[in-house]
């Protein structure tokens, strides 16, 4: 069975840090392309990230460039999202996603994925 689990979330004061992972189980992802979104109470889930399968080609939503960055260790089967510099606008539910591809391209679109994890809660406030 196919799964992904995030985990790292929790509460953060403004400025602050946290690295998010994204394990999958049952499958390696070497040949997925992994995207990170976020949905905040009463908005849309939105794509804040994702990385190519390989690894070599990476994107992030405006909001989040230069604070955000995307990352994978195929031996852990894990993607990180490593977020710096915490906004009270970043809270939400993060969730990563799995998208079988050979593409070298990713996508920051919420229905091009297959396999969802649970989410993790990530709080910012002083």
């Known amino acids: 069975q196919l799964q992904l689990v995030e985990s790292g979330g929790g509460l953060v004061q403004p400025g602050g840090s946290l690295r998010l992972s994204c394990t999958a189980s049952?499958?390696?992802?070497?040949?997925?392309?992994i995207g990170w979104f976020r949905q905040a109470p009463g908005k849309e889930r939105e794509g804040v990230s994702c990385?190519?399968?390989?690894?070599?080609?990476?994107k992030y939503a405006d909001s989040v460039k230069g604070r955000f960055t995307i990352s994978r260790n195929g031996v852990k089967k894990t993607v990180y999202l490593q977020i710096n510099s915490l906004r009270p606008e970043d809270a939400g539910v993060y969730y990563c996603?799995?998208?079988?591809?050979?593409?070298?391209?990713?996508?920051?679109?919420?229905?091009?994925?297959?396999?969802w994890g649970q989410g993790t809660q990530v709080t910012v406030s002083s």
């Open positions: 996603a799995a998208r079988p591809t050979s593409s070298v391209m990713c996508m920051m679109t919420s229905r091009e994925y297959d396999y």
């Open positions: 049952g499958f390696t992802l070497d040949y997925y392309a």
């Open positions: 990385i190519s399968a390989s690894g070599g080609r990476t």
